[in-house]
């Protein structure tokens, strides 16, 4: 059965940095495309992030582009999102999944970015 696990959210200061990981499980995390998605209160899911199953290419969305990093440990199903610079409007729930959401999402991490 797929798993997805995310953590390493938490509360910080604007311009800060936090990274987050997701663990994966029950699939064949090392062939799969991966994207990390958040949602923010009274908003819809975005995908914020993708990259491929071999980690050599990644995509962003603008309001991340140049702060936000995703990558991946295949060897230990790991993806992680490392964020610089955070903006109070980062502040989200942040979840993992393939990029065209076809496994069932974890809990996710919460990100509040605030002085």
């Known amino acids: 059965q797929p798993q997805l696990v995310e953590s390493g959210g938490g509360l910080v200061q604007p311009g800060g940095f936090l990274r987050l990981s997701c663990a994966a499980s029950?699939?064949?995390?090392?062939?799969?495309?991966m994207g990390w998605f958040r949602q923010a209160p009274g908003k819809e899911r975005e995908l914020v992030a993708t990259?491929?199953?071999?980690?050599?290419?990644?995509e962003y969305a603008d309001s991340v582009k140049g702060r936000f990093t995703i990558s991946r440990d295949n060897d230990k199903n790991i993806l992680n999102l490392q964020m610089n610079s955070l903006k109070s409007e980062d502040t989200a729930v942040y979840y993992c999944?393939?990029?065209?959401?076809?496994?069932?999402w974890g809990q996710g991490t919460q990100v509040t970015v605030s002085s």
């Open positions: 990259i491929v199953s071999d980690g050599f290419n990644s």
């Open positions: 999944n393939t990029p065209w959401s076809t496994l069932d």
């Open positions: 029950g699939f064949a995390f090392g062939m799969s495309s």
